[in-house]
């Protein structure tokens, strides 16, 4: 058996935590109670022992699936030679938002003719750290999993032997029958165990929920239906009980065959939430907006000097590094909890910060006294070290002067001039302006190429880099150099429509990076080429699986690797879009 294709899953969430499930109907990773907690259901990283949920017809069958419109609820068809039915699966929510407790939800309705179907719900072992077991509680059977507990209510539990830890069953389903499967948990809390009505009702009202989020959703330029999912794939990575957007759903999905590249991108990098923070300000989602720029200050304030790159989900998340023995995607591993680049220094995610401040600020809102201060203190050190070297967007491990960090002071410290403009930050504004020049002459002279016709990966170097595409969005040069580099990045570092990262990517086996390819469309917007930006826009968003969702990676032919789903693609998409429609004649 062959694990399925990263691309063959799709998402559910709850605002706590976020389920993978593949076309087959299982589900094959869920961390519980929060997306960055170790998962009960892993066996996408650990097939024998990871656990599973399982709903499928016990004969050949063929899937077509869709998210209902609007929503993150999943209706998936299984059609066989004797019948047809359809389950709607959720992550369901409460009347006030999230739930105390999990549950997740799966209505069985026979459509045509009788479907057999198996079912199981098989707790795995943690990364290896726990064991499941079974418990007998007044009439009840209970699986636990260190200090998880998990109970299933709508269908009979048949497992032969009371001491498993596992429940399943087979069911018969005929057309017109309704049925409703339910896994419930909780973490280190008592266990509710739900009536099977109050969950048919449960999934109704989670779709209208998910209905009327997608109303405020305030979007009616080009490639509306596919910014939609992707507003609603960050949605699913928007942890609601502090307002931070986790950079994906999973961790130690390799980006190469090779294994050695797998990372947990269940944390928050102050990159992606500046992008997330710029498009839900511009879709109208007030409560989202607010949430999650206010996490970001809680989490930097005081820490101006050493500003971190990454931050957990939780106060009580850990980025200290963990490596589990388990074997890890189609045996790729290795499988790791933390993130070693934690503590690097990348001087880009200065501009991140102070983009952020002015994009809120923009919008009508007014920053307190305190951030304020974080503004001018964050622009003041950018002053004294923009010209240090360090790690670069891709968290490379040498210290070198890289040139989109360089691009990143000189944003940094226009971005605090506006809001010194706009009254919302106090300092020396005529300092800033005078680095910022500079920091512009010294790219000019020293990141640039005539050899090549491009700017640099590294100041003196040859390599090349497309995040320096982003520095088109940000006004760095919407020139000839841009329009120059981006023509050399397209031939050097192009598969087709998708651009590896960097120089050398594809050697260490590498695949295209989907969100190098969305800032690719935006640069080109940005530089006027309109009609090959929205050509290759339309290219792109035609290549997302078969729900709307990328990971962080693909092939020419589809086939998905990396972290899922991932942010920084689908804010990618949102950011080319608006900015097409900005730009448009």
């Not at 479907?115 to 009840?140: F, K, M, R």
């Not at 389903?173 to 009702?201: C, F, K, Q, Y």
């Amino acid at each position: 058996m062959v694990d399925a294709g990263i691309e063959d899953h799709a998402a559910l969430g709850d605002g706590r935590t976020v389920a993978l499930i593949d076309r087959s109907g299982t589900v094959d990773w869920l961390p519980i109670p929060s997306l960055d907690s170790p998962p009960v259901f892993a066996s996408l990283l650990d097939r024998d022992n990871g656990g599973r949920m399982v709903l499928q017809p016990v004969s050949a069958f063929e899937t077509t699936r869709r998210y209902l419109p609007g929503t993150n609820v999943l209706e998936s068809t299984f059609t066989t030679a004797t019948g047809t039915v359809r389950v709607t699966d959720a992550l369901v929510t409460g009347v006030a938002g999230r739930l105390p407790w999990l549950e997740f939800a799966r209505r069985i309705e026979g459509l045509d003719g009788t479907v057999v179907l198996d079912w199981s719900v098989e707790p795995g072992t943690v990364l290896g750290t726990s064991s499941p077991w079974a418990e007998h509680i007044d009439g009840n059977r209970i699986l636990r999993v260190g200090t998880v507990n998990i109970g299933v209510t709508g269908l009979a539990d048949s497992e032969p032997d009371p001491d498993a830890p596992r429940f399943g069953g087979r069911i018969r389903v005929g057309a017109g029958s309704r049925r409703t499967l339910t896994v419930v948990a909780t973490h280190d809390e008592p266990l509710h165990l739900p009536e099977p009505d109050n969950v048919d009702i449960g999934i109704d009202r989670t779709v209208s929920n998910w209905e009327l989020w997608s109303r405020t959703f305030a979007y009616r330029g080009p490639w509306a239906d596919a910014v939609q999912r992707s507003a609603l794939a960050l949605k699913l990575l928007l942890y609601a009980p502090t307002g931070a957007i986790a950079a994906a759903a999973t961790t130690s999905l390799p980006e190469t065959s090779r294994g050695g590249k797998n990372w947990d991108y269940r944390f928050a990098w102050v990159r992606d939430t500046a992008y997330s923070l710029r498009a839900l300000a511009r879709f109208g989602l007030r409560e989202e907006t607010h949430a999650s720029i206010s996490w970001l200050l809680r989490a930097v304030k005081g820490d101006a000097g050493e500003l971190r790159i990454l931050y957990g989900l939780r106060e009580e998340s850990s980025a200290a590094p963990q490596t589990h023995d388990v074997p890890g995607w189609r045996g790729i591993g290795p499988v790791v909890t933390g993130n070693r680049a934690a503590h690097q220094l990348q001087l880009g995610v200065y501009g991140d910060l102070l983009s952020v401040a002015l994009a809120y600020a923009a919008a009508g809102n007014v920053l307190d006294v305190p951030t304020r201060r974080l503004v001018s203190d964050v622009a003041d050190r950018v002053c004294d070290v923009w010209r240090q070297p360090d790690s670069g967007m891709w968290e490379l491990t040498e210290l070198r002067q890289h040139t989109s960090s360089k691009m990143g002071c000189w944003q940094a410290l226009q971005a605090a001039q506006q809001l010194a403009e706009l009254g919302q930050a106090a300092g020396n504004a005529s300092r800033w302006k005078r680095e910022a020049d500079l920091i512009h002459d010294w790219v000019d002279e020293n990141c640039w190429s005539d050899q090549l016709g491009a700017y640099t990966m590294v100041a003196g170097e040859d390599e090349l880099d497309a995040s320096v595409l982003l520095h088109a969005p940000s006004g760095f040069d919407r020139g000839e150099r841009m329009r120059s580099t981006i023509a050399v990045l397209r031939r050097d570092l192009g598969s087709g429509s998708l651009l590896y990262r960097f120089t050398g990517a594809e050697a260490e086996g590498e695949r295209p990076f989907v969100a190098c390819s969305f800032w690719l469309v935006a640069a080109l917007a940005c530089v006027g080429d309109m009609h090959e930006a929205s050509a290759l826009m339309d290219d792109l968003v035609e290549r997302a699986n078969d729900v709307g969702l990328y990971a962080e990676m693909m092939e020419e032919d589809g086939t998905f690797w990396g972290n899922f789903p991932q942010a920084l693609s689908h804010l990618g998409l949102i950011d080319a879009a608006l900015t097409i429609a900005d730009l448009r004649p």
